[in-house]
C-alpha cells in the first residue's frame, strides 16, 4: 500500500540582423532562430563567467532598455503565458509520456524515487568537493579571499561528504545554505543569485532529506523530515534551478551586452553564420539569453517540465567539449535535477508514490514505533 500524506496528517530574410540598428526582425525570423538555438546551441548555458579571460564586465542595463532585447523577453513571456493555459487546460500533463507510460509499476517508481536524492546528493557532493578544494564558492568564477577559502572550502568539502553518505544529511543542507549567505557577504548578491540553485538543493535536502539509501536512515531515522515537508522538496528544487537560469540569463546576456560579445569573440560559439544566418555576435547573444530566460521561466512556473528538460538537454551539454571538465563538473547538480524532473509525474496519486519511496521499503520511517521503543527502553 502506497505512502500517503492525506492518511498521515503530518533565416533572416538575407539581411544581417544587428542590434546596433536596432532593426527589428520579422515574426518568423525569430521562429527560426528560437528554434536552431534550441536545436543546436549551447551557449545560452554555457555560463560566460566561469570562461571568460579577465574580468568580465558589469550588468549593463542601459543595454537591455532596447527594442530588441525587449522585443525578445516579451515573446518570452508571451510563450510562458500560452504554455502555461496549455498546461492547465490540459489537466497539467504534458505531451511526453513519463515512465508509467512505458509500463513502470507506482511499487517500481516508489523504488526509483528513493534512490534519487542518493543521485542528486552525489552529484551535488563532486561539484562542492571540486569547488573546495580550489578555493572557490559553487562556481568556477567565484574565487574566495585569502583565509575564507580556507574555512569555506573546508566546509564544502564537508557538506559535500555528508551529502554524499546522507550522514546528518539535514544539518549539512542548513551549512549550506549558511554558507550561500556568506557568500553573499563576501562576494556580493549577483554572484551568489547566479548560483541561488544551491540554495534550492539546500531546501531540496532539508525537506526531503536523504532518502532510505544513506546513513541517516539506519542510525539517524528520528531525523527524518516529515511527509508535509518532503511533498515541497520537488518544486523547490524545480523552482531554484529555474530561477539560477533567469538570472545568467540577465547577467550574462540579456543585461549584460559587453560580456555577451566580448565572450563570442573569445570563444567563437556563433554558427549561424556558417549555415547562411548573417546573425551578428550581439543578436546571437540577445537569442541565446531569450532560450535561457525561456526555459528558466517554464522552470519556475512548472509547466512542461519534462518537455523542457528535453528541450534543454542538448543544448545544456553542447559545450562538454568545448569547456571540458570544468563545465561537467559545474553542471553537475543541474543534471541531476533534470533527471528527476524527467521522471517526474505531476498530481496528487504521484506525490504518494514520492512518499511512499522516501519513507516506505525495508527501511521505513515510522516514527511513533520508533518513539515507543525508545520510551520502553527508557522504562517507567
Known sequence: MLYSPLTDRAGLGGSAFSLRGNALPAPSAWA?????????????????KWFYEGKPPAPDWAGFWQPVPLLAVGTVLLLTFIAAVAWQKRGRRGFLPGPAWFGATPDRRAALYAMMPAVVGVHLAVALLVSGVQGRLFSADNALPAGWANLLGLGQIGI?????????????????????????????????LENVFILSLAAFFWLAG??????????????????????????AL????????????????????????AFLRQHALNFLPTLGLPVSDAAFAVLAGSVELLVGLW???????????LLAWVPFNLTLTVFDWVELVGHLPFYAGMALLLVWEP??????????????????????????????????
Open 32 to 48: 527560426g532562430l528560437f528554434g536552431s538555438l534550441i536545436g543546436l546551441n549551447g551557449f545560452g548555458y554555457a555560463h560566460a
Open 160 to 192: 559535500g561528504l555528508a551529502v554524499a553518505y546522507g550522514g546528518m544529511t539535514r544539518l549539512a543542507a542548513l551549512g549550506l545554505a549558511v554558507t550561500w549567505l556568506l557568500g553573499v557577504a563576501l562576494l556580493g548578491l549577483e554572484p551568489m
Open 210 to 235: 536523504r532518502g532510505p539509501v544513506a546513513v541517516d536512515r539506519l542510525i539517524f531515522p528520528s531525523l527524518e523530515p516529515s511527509a508535509r515537508l518532503m511533498a515541497w522538496a520537488v518544486p
Open 238 to 261: 524545480r523552482v531554484g534551478l529555474g530561477l539560477s537560469l533567469v538570472v545568467v540569463a540577465f547577467t550574462e546576456k540579456l543585461a549584460n551586452p559587453g560580456l555577451a560579445e
Open 299 to 309: 522552470l519556475v512556473a512548472g509547466v512542461f517540465p519534462r518537455e523542457v528538460v
Open 347 to 380: 498530481g496528487r496519486a504521484n506525490l504518494e508514490v514520492w512518499l511512499h519511496g522516501l519513507r516506505g521499503g525495508p527501511l521505513a520511517v515510522n516514527l511513533r514505533k520508533l518513539g515507543q521503543h525508545s520510551r520502553a527502553r527508557r522504562g517507567p
